[in-house]
């Protein structure tokens, strides 16, 4: 399958947002409070998903309500308006009235559109008031988030397309929470090592009262967790979760793995790669090109921010450092190092 398959039409990010902001209806009046995850491909957005529909909002009369969902709106809409709109040229998506809306987005990993992409641009387009807008900004140790693309992504794109697209992404990613700051917009960052280093209850609940603080500091409206907010996600229904998207997309052996945290996972769980295991899949040159570009770097700064907006502890990642030692001993072991692939 080649890329080539990903673009077709060629025209700005900004003419995108246009034509994608005229195709979402929503109630001027009443507009929802938003909670939107937003992150790069494979740093847990998908179990964010299930964290916020196992969990529930209390309303002003004690009444306990689910949390909406909304599954990639905005790129599924990048995505058929890169396709022209051929597939389905009255795509259109209406934002619910409801207490509390979960909206997720993952930048990446197809193409250079996708790891640009802002989606928030799309509600500036709207005319949708920010302050309704709380953002997440999800990202995760940067080797493993990276190794998870090729494990992915790699028998259908190549591997320098993934590596650059994975840099671009982690800018855009960055750009987004700097023009949040900018704006004063508060926000949150969320880390996956969060659940690593404090139980994934602990960061639930950080989370939730950031969010309560935002939109329900005022009211007696609470987003509250349950037995299925870290836990029992099998137990969830998973029927109409998934926005429609043009086919092109649709390839049941990578979509099987993208979905899986939400379609069988049963718990909020972390788990990374060994050095060993990275220091199979992701190349030397590779690990090169991401530290010249900065990515440890950009990694430290959500570590940060993850700290100082949620209020957990979070350690400081090694992992770039512990790869090289493993090239360094295979090489001295006379190992033979991978080589570049395609």
């Excluded at 209390?58 to 308006?81: N, W």
């Excluded at 193409?111 to 900004?137: A, H, T």
């Excluded at 988030?145 to 591997?159: K, L, T, V």
Aim: aromatic share 12%; glycine share 4%.
């Amino acid at each position: 399958m080649s890329t080539s398959q990903y673009k077709l039409a060629d025209r700005p990010l900004k003419q995108y947002y246009e034509e994608i902001a005229s195709r979402i209806k929503w109630n001027r009046d009443n507009p929802p409070d938003i909670a939107y995850v937003i992150g790069l491909a494979r740093t847990g957005t998908s179990a964010s998903l299930n964290v916020f529909r196992g969990s529930r909002i209390d309303d002003i009369d004690g009444v306990t309500h689910p949390i909406t969902i909304g599954y990639q709106i905005f790129k599924a809409g990048l995505r058929h308006g890169m396709l022209d709109w051929r597939e389905n040229p009255n795509w259109n998506f209406e934002l619910p009235v409801t207490p509390l809306f979960y909206m997720k987005h993952s930048i990446g990993p197809y193409s250079d559109e996708e790891s640009r992409y802002n989606p928030l641009k799309v509600f500036e387009q709207m005319g949708f008031p920010l302050r309704k807008i709380f953002p997440i900004f999800l990202y995760r140790d940067p080797l493993d988030a990276f190794a998870s693309w090729i494990d992915m992504w790699s028998s259908i794109i190549p591997r320098k397309t993934l590596l650059e697209n994975f840099i671009t992404s982690s800018n855009t990613l960055r750009e987004i929470r700097e023009q949040m700051k900018t704006a004063g917009i508060p926000y949150s960052t969320l880390l996956y090592e969060s659940i690593r280093d404090n139980s994934p209850d602990e960061t639930a609940n950080a989370l939730f009262n950031q969010i309560n603080q935002r939109f329900f500091e005022k009211s007696r409206k609470r987003v509250i967790t349950t037995e299925h907010t870290t836990k029992k996600w099998d137990e969830l229904e998973t029927g109409g979760l998934f926005t429609d998207q043009p086919t092109v997309y649709e390839v049941p052996e990578i979509d099987e793995k993208v979905h899986h945290d939400v379609k069988a996972k049963k718990s909020w769980e972390y788990k990374m790669k060994t050095p060993d295991m990275l220091a199979s899949i992701v190349l030397p040159e590779e690990v090169k090109r991401l530290e010249e570009t900065g990515i440890p770097q950009i990694y430290e700064e959500f570590r940060l921010d993850c700290e100082k907006t949620l209020g957990i502890p979070i350690k400081e990642s090694n992992s770039f450092k512990s790869i090289k030692e493993v090239f360094t001993r295979r090489s001295s072991e006379g190992k033979v190092m991978p080589t570049n692939r395609k």
